[in-house]
């Protein structure tokens, strides 16, 4: 049975999309027929991530709107057969997300994939909401800051009373937490929260520690996700974090000062 695993956060700027386009990627590269959802209407940035931003023709509002069948607005991508990309409008509000449309969509994109990764704004708008309301699995991503981990607790209320499980009294979202742009250096200072911090605050399992990375911008420059360059630091946290998504045990690396050797200064694996 496919899984809608939507990737959330409380606020803007902590690496969501990065972070959507990373783990779909990661998927794909086990084997999992995956697509990525941009949920984010009027300001879709999913399809520069994935470096496909001139192969969109049809989106999500076409599709909802009957305007296009899924298969017209699905972009597969080039680097693996398994990941699907689906862009959304840049010119609709977010009211275009009627969640009767939404279902539909997804009933029909369950029969095709495994796996039905959607990259939700930030916040509590209603593009957020809509996306929240049809998670099997949320991947809840933080930064090592106070606000963005308090915010974060707030998503994790709306998870457990107003998505479609909790309206049916069905088992609850299977909850994770992923801590991103995280600097050992900088929470040895007192500059960051720790990441037992963090647990102890939002109290839900801790699924990777994705650490500071030229890499990750690298990578959204060149419109490739990040878990696909397996040499960067970020992308091997990535790929980590798709393992014990899958159930495999994996050690919690990157939470450490790792020492930097010449070869990964001069070139630029970070």
Same mark, same amino acid.
């Given at each position: 049975?496919?899984?809608?695993?939507?990737?959330?956060?409380? +606020?803007?700027?902590?690496?969501?999309?990065?972070?959507?386009?990373?783990?779909?990627? *990661?998927?794909? /590269?086990?084997?999992?027929?995956?697509?990525?959802?941009?949920?984010? &209407?009027?300001?879709? !940035?999913? @399809?520069?991530?994935?470096?496909?931003?001139?192969?969109?023709?049809? @989106?999500?509002? !076409?599709?909802?709107?009957?305007?296009?069948?899924? !298969?017209?607005?699905?972009?597969?991508?080039?680097?693996? @057969? !398994?990941?699907?990309?689906?862009?959304? $409008?840049?010119?609709?509000? +977010?009211?275009?997300?009627?969640?009767?449309?939404?279902?539909?969509?997804?009933?029909? /994109?369950?029969?095709?994939?495994?796996?039905?990764?959607?990259? #939700?704004?930030?916040?509590?708008?209603? *593009?957020?909401?809509?996306?929240?309301?049809?998670?099997?699995?949320?991947?809840?991503?933080?930064?090592?800051?106070? #606000? #963005?981990?308090?915010? $974060?607790?707030?998503?994790?209320?709306?998870?457990? $009373?107003?998505? %479609?499980?909790?309206?049916?009294?069905?088992? =609850?979202?299977?909850?994770?937490?992923?801590?991103?742009?995280? @600097?050992?250096?900088? &929470?040895?200072?007192?500059?960051?929260?720790? &990441?037992?911090? &963090? +647990?102890?605050?939002?109290?839900?399992?801790?699924?990777?520690?994705?650490?500071?990375?030229? $890499?990750?911008?690298?990578? #959204?420059?060149?419109?490739?996700?990040?878990?696909?360059?397996?040499?960067? /630091?970020?992308?091997?946290?990535?790929?980590?974090?798709?393992?014990?998504?899958?159930?495999?045990?994996?050690?919690? %690396?990157?939470?450490? =000062?790792?020492?930097?050797?010449?070869? %990964?200064? /001069?070139?630029?694996?970070?």
């Amino acid at each position: 049975m496919a899984k809608v695993v939507v990737i959330t956060s409380g +606020k803007g700027g902590v690496g969501k999309t990065t972070t959507a386009a990373a783990f779909a990627a *990661g998927l794909a /590269l086990r084997g999992h027929k995956t697509v990525v959802i941009d949920f984010d &209407v009027g300001l879709r !940035n999913l @399809d520069l991530i994935m470096g496909c931003e001139r192969r969109v023709v049809f @989106d999500f509002i !076409n599709v909802i709107n009957g305007d296009a069948n899924l !298969n017209q607005a699905l972009i597969k991508d080039k680097r693996n @057969d !398994n990941l699907f990309i689906f862009p959304t $409008s840049q010119t609709r509000d +977010k009211d275009a997300l009627r969640r009767e449309g939404v279902d539909r969509v997804l009933e029909e /994109l369950k029969t095709q994939f495994d796996y039905i990764v959607c990259d #939700s704004p930030a916040g509590i708008e209603h *593009g957020a909401i809509t996306a929240l309301y049809f998670a099997d699995s949320a991947i809840i991503v933080t930064n090592p800051e106070v #606000s #963005s981990v308090r915010d $974060s607790d707030r998503i994790i209320g709306i998870l457990a $009373s107003r998505s %479609r499980r909790a309206e049916r009294n069905e088992p =609850p979202v299977e909850l994770n937490l992923l801590l991103t742009r995280y @600097d050992p250096g900088r &929470v040895a200072k007192g500059e960051m929260l720790t &990441v037992e911090d &963090v +647990k102890e605050i939002l109290s839900i399992p801790l699924l990777g520690v994705i650490p500071e990375s030229e $890499s990750v911008l690298r990578a #959204s420059n060149t419109g490739t996700p990040v878990a696909f360059d397996s040499e960067s /630091l970020a992308g091997r946290a990535y790929l980590d974090a798709v393992a014990r998504f899958l159930g495999e045990q994996r050690e919690m %690396r990157f939470v450490k =000062p790792e020492r930097r050797n010449l070869f %990964r200064v /001069l070139f630029g694996k970070a």
